[in-house]
């Protein structure tokens, strides 16, 4: 499956960004979806991820209220909404997909994550 981010941009902080994942192929169901980042000079960390059916979702504690996953069947497309933005939260923001069969805590796990997609920078000033 071939991954297509959007989103990215500037922002103050406190403001708001929408990330969007566009995935090709009718396949988008058989997936597990999930957004990674990575800041400058640092590790790709995991930031969120939905199951296949949507009925499970998991965040990194930092995101934790801040930011939401979601994904829609019909459009093959996964969301990431961002809210009240901090500075930490500047990186590159990678659309990943799985069809690796997640038992919970393994969602975080990078080596899970079959495809990434080019990546989509967002940045947020203090």
């Known amino acids: 499956v071939q991954l297509q981010a959007s989103g990215g941009g500037m922002v103050q902080a406190g403001g708001s960004l929408r990330l969007s994942c566009a995935a090709s192929?009718?396949?988008?169901?058989?997936?597990?979806m999930g957004w990674f980042r990575q800041a400058p000079g640092k590790e790709r960390e995991f930031v969120a991820a939905?199951?296949?059916?949507?009925?499970?979702?998991y965040y990194t504690g930092s995101v934790l209220g801040r930011f939401t996953i979601s994904r829609d069947s019909a459009k093959y497309t996964v969301l990431l909404q961002m809210s009240s933005l901090k500075p930490e939260d500047t990186a590159v923001y990678y659309c990943?997909?799985?069809?690796?069969?997640?038992?919970?805590?393994?969602?975080?796990?990078?080596?899970?994550?079959?495809?990434w997609g080019q990546g989509t920078l967002v940045t947020v000033s203090s």
């Open positions: 939905i199951s296949r059916s949507g009925g499970n979702i």
């Open positions: 990943v997909a799985s069809s690796y069969d997640h038992r919970g805590d393994d969602y975080s796990e990078r080596w899970t994550y079959d495809y």
């Open positions: 192929g009718s396949t988008f169901r058989l997936y597990d």
